[in-house]
């Protein structure tokens, strides 16, 4: 899902342009096995600690949107290290030289995140799934999250008794604009009712309480939550399989070409392989149990 506005900071050759557009996959979505690898310009930056080509000298600037949801953030705080993602970045920021003083969050739209154009971030966090379409505009660190897509109910509805794909096919479904879980709803179940888009998953959970969806798709953890905090006689119908046996991943977002990519990517993968991102993912998402697999 889960949740990009813009001043131009450095100047790209057009031949590492024309570099970039040869190597950027042209796949739709879903993302093949090599889209979890980081893009960008490889070897760019010498990644010194604390000395990186930061938007601000001596500072590093994170993105993500407003609100920010739980279970990924903490009391709709970035700044404050709690929640999923918060910590992931500030994991990341260590690992890159920069501690948590030196850190500045900025505000940004899911869906601008990912948009062609410059960025004013150095990187951004908010749940966006790496993809091939996206890759043509922005770069991925590595994977710092394996997610799937699940389905919410009303548990009084006919929805909540789906079994299956199939069962979804005549429901009125709804999902947040952009995100890999409205793709779901459109290539997975294709529905027979054209589905319903919202700006914000506030919007969607809205919809869901006031009958006008049957169900809504979020990724996994934040329908645990969902349902656990804020729409609770909503229950999990289910989640959906990897597609082509690949698992969805989310990946912080870099301008393209960023000399930064190799760098923030190197800290994704030191984390993940020191047991950084494990231990983090067992502190905030520890509830986002297994769901019935929708089939």
């Known amino acids: 899902m889960h ?4 001043m131009l900071r ?10 970039l557009a040869t190597a950027v996959g042209c796949a739709p979505q879903p993302e093949e096995k090599s889209a979890a690898n980081p893009t960008g310009t490889a070897g760019a930056a010498t990644c010194a600690k604390g000395k990186l080509d930061t938007q601000t000298s001596g500072k590093l600037t994170i993105a993500t949107d407003e609100p920010a949801y739980e279970p990924w953030f903490k009391d709709d705080k ?7 993602e918060s910590a992931v970045a500030y994991a990341v920021a260590q690992r890159l030289g920069y501690d948590k003083a030196n850190v500045v969050w900025q505000s940004v739209p899911f869906n601008k995140a990912f948009a062609p154009g410059a960025k004013t971030f150095d ?18 660190s590595s994977g710092y999250y394996d997610v799937r897509q699940a389905v919410i109910a009303l548990k009084t509805s006919k929805a909540a008794k789906a079994t299956s794909i199939a069962d979804l096919k005549g429901l009125k479904l709804g999902a947040q604009v952009g995100t890999t879980s409205l793709d779901y709803i459109d290539d997975v179940v294709k529905p ?22 049957d169900a809504i798709v979020v990724d996994l953890p934040t329908a645990f939550y969902i349902t656990a905090a804020e729409v609770t006689d909503a229950r999990i119908v289910g989640q959906f399989e990897n597609q082509d046996g690949m ?31 494990a231990s983090i993912e067992k502190q905030w998402l520890s509830d986002a149990v297994d769901a019935p697999v929708l089939k």
């Open 3 to 6: 949740l990009a506005p813009h």
């Open 10 to 19: 450095r100047v790209i050759s057009a031949a590492a342009v024309a570099l």
């Open 78 to 84: 970035p700044a404050n290290g709690e929640g999923f």
């Open 123 to 140: 990187f951004d966090i908010n749940q966006v799934s790496i993809s091939a379409e996206r890759k043509k505009a922005v770069d991925f």
């Open 192 to 213: 027979t009712r054209e589905p319903a888009a919202y700006a914000k998953n506030d919007q969607a959970k809205s919809a869901l309480q006031n009958g006008q969806v």
């Open 247 to 277: 698992p969805e991943q989310f990946g912080l977002v870099l301008d393209k070409g960023s000399a930064l990519t190799s760098c923030v990517a190197t800290a994704v993968d030191t984390l993940r392989k020191d047991g950084t991102l």
